[in-house]
């Protein structure tokens, strides 16, 4: 059977290469993805080899989102940059936005221009009982942004978060130091799901209405970790991390309540993939006024699909 009117979405983020297609129902065609390559012992990509890998994947994952030559393209949608303010930039998101130009110009389709943000919310907003909400809160979390959104509309604005470090910047960096590979968020949720005891290595993150620091804790955490740990002193170590990491988003939460008198809350980004935090914060607010969403945790890292869907609504809405 002939796919009609998909919308193909294309996203190149710090760490990750892409590509989704969506069709008029909602339905996920295909969402394909590649994690960049980072040397072991090292924290992070440059640009520029982030950009260069980008391009090298970009074809291999278009030709898996494309493999049904029964979809017709009705548009191309791209994600232009970090965040949807004029100021924001990073070179990673040229890489998909040239491609997405030269594909929505051959196939004669419109192209359409989101901010990697954007795209975070979208996805999880999409699969997620706040999916028709016009008003919530938002925690955009992930290995370059520990945000605090309030979200109206269309206008997002940032109302909390770090003030220093992201949350996946501490996960990665104290990962590294006990040598796991970069990054290390997903080593740290199954090994935080299957130990059955915590340590009490750190002190609470500090709260501060609407906003904390993590380079406390980092600092903290990294010092422990560069001591020659056990296994199991090592495990004890990261769930404890997450906890407390729990402890200042529960409170973040409550305090963001107050402060804006809104009850529903989603959270985004790859740190929100985390069964652990997602587990700890549902027990938390169960029964409680304060509505929180996790949406489908497979869509809150990385991914194009919610850049696809944003380009669906300018086509279909």
Known sequence: MRVKDCVLGIDTSNYKTSVALICKDGKIVNDVRKLLSVSKGDRGLRQSHAFFQHIEALPALLEQALCD????????????RPRPVDSSYMPVFKAGESIAEVLAQALGVPVFKFSHQEGHIEAVKNSSGFRDKKDLLCFHLSGGTCELLKI???????????????????????????????????????????TDATGDYLKD???????INLSGIETQAGRIAEKKLSGRERDMLIK?????????????SENAVTSTKMRDILFVGG??????????????????T???????????????VGIAYLGGKKIWL
């Open 69 to 80: 030559n029964n979809e017709r393209i009705a548009a191309v949608s791209v994600s232009e």
């Open 152 to 194: 109206s509309g269309d206008a997002i604005e940032i109302i909390g978060g770090s003030r220093d470090i992201s949350l996946g910047q501490v996960l990665d960096r104290v990962g590294v130091s006990l040598g796991i590979d970069f990054p290390c968020g997903e080593v740290f949720d199954d090994i935080a799901m299957k």
């Open 205 to 211: 993150i500090p709260v501060m209405g609407t906003e």
């Open 240 to 252: 404890e991390l997450l906890n407390r990491i729990c402890n200042a988003l529960v409170k973040l």
């Open 271 to 288: 740190v929100s993939s985390s069964r652990f935090i997602a587990g700890k914060l549902n027990a938390r607010f169960i029964g409680t």
């Open 290 to 304: 304060i509505n929180i969403e996790f949406g489908d945790q497979s869509l809150a890292s990385d991914n194009a």
